[in-house]
């Protein structure tokens, strides 16, 4: 067998006596099952775009999301419900609730971010209430008992 010159292909030698005999090993056989042939890969640029586009998510477009307005929400929430019973310790809740509610009514949605801030001036008021009540409570809690 001779050498090839430069941009030519060798020649396939004949297919008796070698283990794989009966074919060109360069493009695929039949295609099995009854699918068709892959193409062969060819030379020059690449071909983008050659499967269809596929279906987007069937649920349709994505929802947005105000991360600072729920978080606002769970804090002015617990903060709320934190002011009823233990009265002007909730002001540790209520004021980032109240900081956080401000800050997300700026986004889209707001419905959660404007349910934190009323909620979080509702238990600032009753923060404001308890003290006002321990004030006067401590400032006349003596009265009624005193002793002569």
């Known amino acids: 067998m001779t050498q090839p010159e430069y941009g030519e292909y060798p020649q396939q030698p004949p297919a008796t006596g070698y283990p794989y005999s009966g074919g060109n090993f360069g493009s695929p056989g039949p295609a099995p099952y009854g699918q068709p042939p892959y193409p062969t890969p060819g030379y020059g640029a690449p071909q983008w775009n050659q499967y269809p586009q596929q ?7 994505i929802q947005q999301s105000n ?4 978080a606002g ?8 419900l934190a002011s009823i019973p233990f009265g002007f310790l909730a002001w540790i809740l209520v004021l ?19 349910a934190g801030l009323v909620l979080s001036i509702l238990g600032l008021i009753i923060c404001v209430v308890w003290v006002v009540a321990l004030i006067v ?5 003596d009265a009624p008992y005193r002793y002569t």
């Open 96 to 114: 980032p609730g109240l900081v956080l509610s401000a800050i997300g009514i700026r986004r889209e949605p707001k419905g959660l971010a404007i």
């Open 73 to 80: 929400f769970v804090v002015g929430l617990l903060g709320f």
């Open 55 to 61: 279906p987007g998510f069937p649920g349709g477009p």
């Open 67 to 70: 991360g600072l307005g729920t």
């Open 137 to 141: 409570a401590s400032s006349n809690g």
